[in-house]
């Protein structure tokens, strides 16, 4: 039973123009999420995460919207640039389980020039 | 910037080999983890500590074990490598709810 699911593998986008990736999850008792960016070979990078009581964060070209209701968020890259081009896993967090993180099987984001 | 490292990098290895995966912060964070991902796969959680002499099994069996006899050092041990342990084993580390990850070693089992 997956609680956070990516649903698309892939996606590509031109230089300069918006990325959308998404990420729904099951469980109403998530308190935080996360997105982290893994390049080949390498370990993930903490992007940015928000709280379940908020809908919006921003930190620079990255914007993450979370829509509880539907149990669905986003990650927003604006302006997409080529060393964007990376797998981006979505993650949650429950409390009281020692901080363990429910990760999403990723999505490959491919910035083309 | 987030201080965990990870040793070997990459590792190839023959079938029944004994091997230990390194792994240390300076964070000096309490919590500390062990996943497996797979390519196309996500990340899966097989060994957590809450701290010193605390390990506890994650979400996914593994063969692995993992000791943590000092707050820093979280090394995971395979007493005889199979080829399918062959994965990318990654480490990481947290105070709260966000985990900042090592670069993780590829392990080849041949």
């Known amino acids: 039973d997956q609680q956070v699911k990516q649903n698309s593998p892939s996606l590509s986008v031109q230089e300069g123009r918006i990325s959308i990736l998404n990420c729904d999850y099951t469980n109403s008792m998530f308190d935080y999420f996360l997105w982290y960016k893994k390049y080949p070979a390498e370990g993930p990078t903490f992007l940015i995460s928000?709280?379940?009581?908020?809908d919006k964060n921003e930190d620079g070209r990255f914007t993450v919207f979370l829509n509880k209701s539907a149990k669905h968020l986003s990650l927003h890259i604006v302006p997409s640039q080529p060393g964007d081009s990376a797998v981006y896993f979505c993650a949650a967090f429950l409390p009281g389980t020692a901080s363990k993180l429910t990760f999403g099987t990723g999505t490959r984001l491919q910035v083309t020039l | 910037e987030a201080d965990i490292y990870q040793t070997p990098r990459y590792l190839v290895i023959g079938t029944g080999k004994k091997i230990t995966l390194e792994c240390s912060q300076t964070m000096g964070h309490d919590k500390m983890y062990w996943y497996q991902q797979d390519p196309g796969m996500e990340l899966h959680l097989i060994h957590y500590?809450?701290?010193?002499?605390?390990?506890e099994k994650g979400d996914l069996s593994s063969e692995s074990t993992v000791s943590r006899i000092r707050t820093e050092h979280f090394p995971l041990t395979l007493e005889s490598a199979r080829p399918s342990h062959t994965s990318q084993y990654l480490c990481?580390?947290?105070?709260?709810?966000?985990?900042?990850f090592g670069p993780g070693t590829r392990l080849t089992v041949t």
């Open positions: 500590s809450y701290g010193v002499n605390s390990t």
């Open positions: 990481a580390s947290s105070l709260s709810y966000e985990q900042y």
């Open positions: 928000i709280s379940s009581i908020k």
